[in-house]
Nanobody, 119 residues
Framework: QVQLVESGGGSVQAGGSLRLSCAVS????????MGWFRQAPGKEREVVAH???????SYADSVKGRFTISKDNPKNTLYLQMNSLEPEDSAMYYC?????????????WGQGTQVTVSS
């Protein structure tokens, strides 16, 4: 079992930055693939970025060059640094964990943190 708790969301103007954190507890954190997802009202949930156990990362095209996913294994914390934010980035952001980054099934989810970007 893995428990995930996000924090760091908020309201920011376009061009600003936010850093999301996801505190992880429970099972062997380092062996999981960790990811950030987002869902805006009326839209489907989409993957933003993920990082595997070895530290390899992958990003959605819409955030490449602006967002950075990282993890601090000793602190059991996942991060998403978001720069050059755009109104289109406004959404509820969730962290999640799975055994396989390319699986359609992510077993563990946090409760989400809201990000609002104003123009």
């Amino acid at each position: 079992q893995v428990q995930l708790v996000e924090s760091g969301g908020g309201s920011v103007q376009a061009g600003g930055s936010l850093r999301l954190s996801c505190a992880v507890s429970g099972d062997t954190y380092g062996s999981y693939c960790m990811g950030w997802f987002r869902q805006a009202p009326g839209k489907e949930r989409e993957v933003v970025a993920h990082i595997d156990a070895a530290g390899w990362t992958s990003y959605a095209d819409s955030v490449k060059g602006r967002f950075t996913i990282s993890k601090d294994n000793p602190k059991n914390t996942l991060y998403l640094q978001m720069n050059s934010l755009e109104p289109e980035d406004s959404a509820m952001y969730y962290c999640a964990a799975t055994g396989d980054c390319y699986s359609d099934y992510w077993a563990y989810w946090g409760q989400g943190t809201q990000v609002t970007v104003s123009s």
